[in-house]
């Protein structure tokens, strides 16, 4: 029997995860901005079925800033709190000058939320690769994607970063069969800024967007090689937030995504992908 959600629900960033002991279910996770405190609510998903099942919506005042999740079972989660502050000057200020202010938290089987990890320049979009061994976060304001280790207490120890130039993160996406990381970003943060102000009465910037893709070295202890996937000048998705890799009757496509948009894009890997 379902019951209807009768909760606000006003979504951020979310995730999907799938358990192959049940591959019948999908659990799903969003970053949820009710007017009563910022939480993260969790719902079932039956294969096969239309419809969400909610399982709970927890919040802790250690979340107070929400931008992206990622589901690491079931019951468990990172999240992001992308800043300290809370006013909007503040906010203004803590980004203009790139405060290593954001942190992540995770939600523990003991239903407790604790510090992960602090001193992050921004942290945006959070993703785990397959094994769920790594953890990368997109740290807007440094600008870099950094690489942690989960420990067995939730906290997470900081393995290695990709710093970018002239590109600034904002979320990432793993290719779980390759093991690449997809990371879609901002060529002009100030044309951005421009946007988002002024999307709802009308403007004229059109932000440019790529994605980079970091691949695998050969020996894991060197990081990454970083390659350009694509680039637009904002006329193709204004505000590209997204970019994530589809595998589908053996056609490879990079789907765009935007938080500002109310439809994707849909690009076609060329033979670089």
Not at 135 to 161: C, H
Request: charged residues 15%; hydrophobic residues 40%.
């Amino acid at each position: 029997m379902s019951v209807p959600f009768t909760q606000e629900f006003r979504a951020h960033g979310f995730d999907i995860y799938w358990d192959s002991l049940d591959p019948t279910e999908l659990t799903f996770m969003f970053v949820n901005h009710q007017r009563t405190g910022d939480g993260i609510s969790i719902f079932r998903h039956k294969i096969g079925t239309k419809y969400l099942q909610h399982v709970k919506t927890v919040k802790s005042p250690l979340l107070y800033a929400p931008n992206d999740v990622v589901a690491m079972s079931r019951g468990t989660f990172y999240a992001t709190n992308d800043m300290r502050s809370t006013s909007r000057i503040m906010r203004q200020i803590e980004i203009f000058f790139g405060m290593a202010w954001g942190h992540i938290v995770y939600y523990g089987h003991e239903g407790m939320f604790t510090t992960a990890a602090a001193g992050i320049s921004y942290p945006n979009g959070i993703a785990r690769s397959a094994d769920g061994n790594t953890i990368y976060v997109a740290a807007s304001s440094e600008p870099s994607v950094n690489m942690f280790r989960p420990a067995s207490d939730g906290t997470l120890v900081l393995v290695g970063k990709t710093v970018f130039k002239d590109f600034v993160p904002d979320n990432v996406s793993v290719d779980t069969t390759t093991g690449q990381v997809l990371v879609s970003g901002f060529l002009n943060t100030f044309e951005m800024f421009r946007y988002n102000h002024e999307v709802l009465s009308g403007t004229s910037a059109r932000p440019a967007a790529a994605v980079r893709r970091l691949r695998p070295l050969a020996y894991p202890h060197k990081g990454f090689a970083v390659e350009n996937v694509l680039a637009h000048d904002g006329t193709l998705l204004p505000a590209t937030t997204m970019a994530t890799l589809q595998n589908k009757r053996g056609v490879q496509r990079i789907l765009l995504g935007s938080v500002m948009a109310d439809h994707i894009a849909i690009c076609r890997a060329g033979s670089r992908i």
